[in-house]
């Protein structure tokens, strides 16, 4: 069974950085692309960042990029978010999610509330 | 910049036939876009429904089908049923390793 256990949210201070993780298991992870993606409280979905199978290509939404950056470490089975000069509006759920080679989010995990705020 | 449209909500009969679309502000979507379409009920993680535009996820029942219709990917809901409602979202490949979703669209089984 697919499992996606993120980890790493809470309150961060507007211009902070927090790092996101997501543990995997269940299946293949070296072969898989990753993707993260968020919720903002009461909105849609928005897709924040792909990262290839082996690491070497990422890939970022225009709303973050600069800020943020996406990493996985195969050996650990785990693909993380570093995110850096946070602001207000990066207030969400943050979603870890298994891609498919030509589609994101396969499966997905329960998500990570990350709060900025003062 | 280019948009990814959905329509805001849907009511459908139960039993009945809802079409919902996925659209560009500027240009048509065609197979090259991967339509990629979710269910996401409240408080939940998003469910794949349909990838590569008509390409059924696992365990999804064959009531939710995808296409292109003219210059939009659709995802059809055929007999719908009460726990169909939910808010469904598509995503599209605007190339270089870019997705965008649509805002989502709400539908309600009454």
């Known amino acids: 069974e697919v499992q996606l256990l993120e980890s790493g949210g809470g309150l961060a201070q507007p211009g902070g950085s927090l790092r996101l993780s997501c543990a995997a298991s269940?299946?293949?992870?070296?072969?898989?692309?990753m993707s993260w993606a968020r919720q903002a409280p009461g909105k849609g979905l928005e897709w924040v960042s792909s990262?290839?199978?082996?690491?070497?290509?990422?890939y970022y939404a225009d709303s973050v990029k600069g800020r943020f950056t996406v990493s996985r470490d195969n050996s650990k089975n785990t693909v993380y978010l570093q995110m850096t000069s946070l602001r207000a509006e990066d207030t969400a759920i943050y979603f870890c999610?298994?891609?498919?080679?030509?589609?994101?989010?396969?499966?997905w995990g329960q998500g990570t509330l990350v709060t900025v705020s003062s | 910049q280019t948009v990814v449209t959905q329509e805001p909500s849907f009511s459908v009969s139960p039993g009945g036939t809802v079409t919902l679309t996925c659209g560009l502000t500027s240009g048509s979507v065609s197979t090259t876009s991967y339509a990629t379409w979710y269910q996401q009920s409240p408080g939940q993680a998003p469910r794949s429904l349909v990838y590569n535009t008509d390409t059924r996820s696992s365990g999804v029942p064959g009531r939710f089908s995808g296409s292109i219709l003219g210059n939009k990917a659709a995802l059809t809901i055929t007999g719908a049923q009460a726990d169909d409602e939910s808010d469904y979202y598509c995503?599209?490949?605007?190339?270089?390793?870019?997705?965008?979703f649509g805002g989502g669209t709400k539908v309600t089984v009454l």
């Open positions: 269940g299946f293949t992870f070296s072969s898989s692309p």
């Open positions: 999610a298994k891609d498919r080679y030509s589609s994101p989010g396969d499966y």
């Open positions: 990262v290839s199978k082996n690491g070497d290509n990422t």
């Open positions: 995503v599209l490949y605007m190339g270089s390793g870019i997705w965008v």
